[in-house]
């Protein structure tokens, strides 16, 4: 059977744009952009024109793209204005983009009470804009707002919006799931109705996740005879967010039926890049990536309990639906009280530790890890902290710097203005090379005032850890009362975007803290590479 194209279009620039706490600059628009066209995206929605400083900005200077269409977003002509003479939809239409998507009604609940107009006037101005698109020589697409609760309320109506859209030269239909409320065998049933009435080749899917089904309402609509499918990356956008395209993607590409009944146009190459892209939108964020999202995420392909790594150590797919490097990411055998010798073996490998499976080491490391899990540690979510510690065991990890010790101290007090502040400052000495390091630092809590003293001066090893960078702190309380026991777990990332996660324990939350920094900046050393202080190497 040959496989009919399927179109991917991202509203990330747009739709995403309204998430919660997301403000993207035009440069962050432009990365984007380049991102989506180099991964394989059909249509890059960069906007709307005209609506704030920052769209009008980007359309000025749109990214040069090579494969995807350029697309800019507006709404209809208003009630009462013709196409000529509405300022809304002559910004859009000055943006001069290859293709125009339109939003309109096509719930006649919204045209009676959002608009205030007649069925028919709302069927004019879908048509008229259209039409106009479509009289510049340009893709004209119409986005039927709300369009499943419109055809579940009134069919007819519903339907009349699309073939207005259709009659005026629309190439695409786009049917909206705005308030994210249908389920997947409804999407199923109504797009196949739809069908009959509009052909699948010009019909397009836009969901939202509400009831956390964006992905699986897309995929039926496809299934259904949908040829155009939105979507953002990482599922941004409004309430719960729409479509993850990222999710889409490999499904489409991989999966049955899709695989044999659509062309997505991604190529081997392009889907190998998807988990960098997914990441690219988070650093742009400045937050950590999701680690359980499905194909790119960190945990995707983690195995954790000793009788499924075991398995996947014979075959990944005793426990994978799919290889991990399809999509660009890596397994991850991991580590904790669960384990058993195979995931001490597998994590050691992927070290570049070739152990022998009957060194008594093993066994001792194995019980190791279960007894300072036991204690409060955890290092399936903390492998360089693991790293070093099987390193230390095997004699590996090189002297570096001893710590004497440190002070932190918090003052709260009110400044100048009579604001009330709190400020703390660290004292850190260090040992290197026989030479006594002492170090101040200042932050706005203890944790920061101590990375700050740590990282002020080590000496020779200063010009290792510039770019170090902590990118994320959790502390967990183990135990109950303010005696508790503490676990702290630290992020952190150098310019090789190369991120790292280690962990401290302690009844005293500072002294889990500062076991973490001393564990992330060791791994950092002795991942560049940095001498052993003095000439001997020993263990930390």
């Known amino acids: 059977m040959e496989r009919e194209r399927l179109y991917l279009f991202d509203t990330t620039l747009r739709d995403g744009a309204q998430t919660q706490g997301v403000d993207f600059s035009v440069e962050d628009k432009t990365n984007i952009a380049m991102a989506l066209d180099g991964l394989g ?67 006649d609940f919204h045209v009676d009470v959002a608009l205030g107009i007649s069925l028919e006037e709302n069927l004019e101005l879908i048509a008229d804009s259209i039409a106009e698109i479509v009289r510049q020589g340009r893709e004209a697409m119409y986005d039927a707002e709300h369009f499943f609760d419109g055809y579940k309320a009134n069919p007819d109506f519903a339907l009349s919006c699309l073939k207005a859209a259709y009659g005026a030269g629309a190439r695409w239909m786009v049917l909206c799931d705005t308030n994210g409320g249908t389920l997947p065998d409804e999407v199923e049933r109504i797009v196949t109705e739809v069908t009959e009435h509009i052909p699948g080749s010009h019909l397009g899917i836009h969901t939202h996740n509400d009831t956390e089904n964006a992905v699986a309402n897309t995929l039926m609509a496809v299934k259904a005879g949908v040829r155009q499918v939105q979507g953002t990356l990482n599922g941004l956008g409004e309430r719960c967010g729409n479509a993850n395209i990222i999710s889409l993607i490999p499904s489409l590409v991989l999966k049955e039926p899709f695989k044999s009944m659509v062309d997505t146009g991604i190529t081997e190459k392009g889907l190998k890049n998807i988990t960098t892209v997914s990441r690219l939108l988070d650093d742009i964020l400045n937050r950590s990536p999701n680690r359980h999202q499905a194909y790119v995420g960190s945990s995707a392909f983690a195995h954790k309990g000793g009788l499924h790594v075991s398995a996947v150590e014979k075959d990944p797919k005793t426990y994978e639906h799919v290889e991990p490097s399809l999509v660009g990411n890596k397994r991850h055998l991991l580590v904790s009280d ?30 190791e890890v279960k007894q300072r899990e036991f204690d409060g540690f955890s290092y399936d979510g903390a492998l360089a902290s693991f790293e070093l510690m099987a390193r230390r065991r095997l004699g590996q990890v090189p002297k570096y710097f001893d710590v004497e010790s440190f002070r932190v101290q918090v003052e709260r007090r009110h400044n100048a203005k009579g604001e009330l502040l709190s400020v703390s400052d660290a004292v850190v000495k260090l040992m290197i090379d026989g030479e006594r390091y002492m170090s101040v630092g200042e932050g706005n809590g203890p944790v920061n005032a101590l990375d700050s003293a740590l990282r002020k001066d080590l000496g020779k090893y200063s010009d290792y850890i510039d770019d170090l960078r902590l990118v994320d702190f959790k502390v967990r309380i183990l135990t109950s009362g303010t005696e508790a026991v503490t676990r702290v777990l630290i992020e952190s990332t150098d310019k090789s975007n190369k991120r790292w996660f280690t962990v401290g324990v302690s009844p005293n939350i500072v002294d889990a803290s500062f076991a973490a920094l001393i564990d992330s900046i060791t791994y950092k050393l002795y991942r560049s590479g940095a001498p052993a202080a003095g000439k001997q190497a020993a263990n930390v």
């Open 41 to 107: 995206i059909d249509y890059v929605e960069g906007g709307w024109p005209g609506a704030n400083p920052g769209d009008t900005a980007f359309f000025a200077n749109p990214p040069k793209l090579e494969r995807a269409t350029f697309t800019a977003f507006g709404m209809t002509r208003r009630p009462g204005r013709s196409v000529s003479n509405d300022p809304g939809l002559s910004a859009i239409l000055d943006a001069k983009t290859p293709a125009v998507c339109i939003v309109g009604k096509a719930w």
């Open 338 to 367: 669960q384990a058993g010798r195979s995931n001490i073996l597998a994590q050691l490998r992927d070290f570049g530790l070739n152990i022998d499976p009957k060194d008594p080491k093993v066994d001792r490391l194995l019980e």
